[in-house]
T-cell receptor, first 109, second 117 residues
Framework: GENVEQHPSTLSVQEGDSAVIKCTYS??????FPWYKQELGKGPQLIID?????GEKKDQRIAVTLNKTAKHFSLHITETQPEDSAVYFC????????FGKGTSLLVTP | ETGVTQTPRHLVMGMTNKKSLKCEQH?????MYWYKQSAKKPLELMFV???????ENNSVPSRFSPECPNSSHLFLHLHTLQPEDSALYLC????????????????FGPGTRLTVT
């Protein structure tokens, strides 16, 4: 089955800096790659996704890149703010979402 | 709010108890999911329902029993659980289930924090 590796497990950045979280996947058939943000006491919330026919997608301060050949995809957050502090999960999917273990991001003022 | 509600938000139960978790979605979606979230592990898909029919059971022990009476409601019946079943149980819904060439955003509820004593 699909195996998704996510790094780093924790990330601390200063407000205004950029944050990058990387994921690799094993099943070359996977074609959908969402990113979820989970705040304390809440369920995961989709923040951006990308499909296999696209190499990059941007939404304001958030961007995702996909390298299908290398089977890895990354989340980039620019101009980080304290409210970006949360746990971020990547996932790779063909018929079901396979999640990474998550990255705990802390943005310090 | 995501349009997916779960009750109760917290549950403590003994190993001999029987309890149920409830999930309701107000989004008009056709697919609903149960996930288990444990510390330091990826979210684990437990069950998938599409149009009230169970389409996936990821080798979940029989002490977890799902029920989907209609496309808006999903239950997880629990009995004779083990301490290792303590986790956050998340419900999600999507317009339709993932199907190879198409993908649908999954909306998650806030979860039920379950503690088995």
């Amino acid at each position: 089955g699909e195996n998704v590796e996510q790094h780093p497990s924790t990330l601390s950045v200063q407000e205004g800096d950029s944050a990058v979280i990387k994921c690799t996947y094993s099943d070359s058939a996977s074609n959908y790659f969402p990113w979820y943000k989970q705040e304390l006491g809440k369920g995961p919330q989709l923040i951006i996704d990308i499909r296999s026919n696209v190499g990059e997608k941007k939404d304001q301060r958030i961007a995702v890149t996909l390298n299908k050949t290398a089977k890895h995809f990354s989340l980039h957050i620019t101009e980080t703010q304290p409210e970006d502090s949360a746990v971020y999960f990547c996932a790779a999917a063909l018929y079901a979402l396979n999640f990474g273990k998550g990255t705990s991001l802390l943005v310090t003022p | 709010e995501t349009g997916v509600t779960q009750t109760p938000r917290h549950l403590v139960m003994g190993m001999t108890n029987k309890k149920s978790l409830k999930c309701e979605q107000h989004l008009g979606h056709n697919a609903m999911y149960w996930y288990k979230q444990s510390a330091k592990k990826p979210l684990e898909l437990m069950f998938v329902y599409n149009f009230k029919e169970q389409t996936e059971n990821n080798s979940v022990p029989s002490r977890f029993s799902p029920e989907c009476p209609n496309s808006s409601h999903l239950f997880l019946h629990l009995h004779t659980l083990q301490p290792e079943d303590s986790a956050l149980y998340l419900c999600a819904s999507s317009q339709d289930r993932l199907a190879g060439g198409s993908s649908y955003e999954q909306y998650f509820g806030p979860g039920t924090r379950l503690t088995v004593t």
